[in-house]
């Protein structure tokens, strides 16, 4: 399984950007995929997740109510769609999945996804 991220790019304080993220290989039967990022000099944090049957969404405080995540289970394909983005919304945000049925808590840890995407840079200018 191999999952690609893209949609990144350079957008003004208050702009939009979305970001997709889709697998190839092997089906995998996935349960819930997330976005995470990574900022200069920080660790990688849990931005949002989505399970895959029921498209139950999750949030991290930060972005609730700019951010959207969605998931096309004809193509699998899951996007994160960003609205009035801020500067500290730059970083490289990186897409995981996985096939485990786990706990909504479960879902914040990077260490619940075995399948990651390679990242895609995403800067907000002020």
Excluded: H
């Excluded at 939009?16 to 290989?25: K, M, P, V």
Aim: glycine share 12%; with cysteine; aromatic share 12%.
């Amino acid at each position: 399984v191999q999952l690609q991220a893209s949609g990144g790019g350079l957008v003004q304080a208050g702009g939009s950007l979305g970001l997709s993220c889709a697998a190839s290989g092997r089906p995998f039967g996935s349960y819930a995929w997330a976005w995470f990022r990574q900022a200069p000099g920080r660790e990688r944090e849990f931005v949002a997740a989505i399970t895959w049957r029921a498209g139950r969404p999750f949030y991290t405080d930060s972005v609730k109510g700019r951010f959207t995540i969605s998931r096309d289970s004809r193509r699998d394909t899951v996007t994160l769609q960003m609205n009035s983005l801020k500067p500290e919304d730059t970083a490289v945000y990186y897409c995981g999945a996985t096939p485990t049925s786990i706990g909504s808590r479960d879902l914040l840890y990077q260490t619940s996804y075995p399948y990651w995407g390679q990242g895609t840079q995403v800067t907000v200018s002020s």
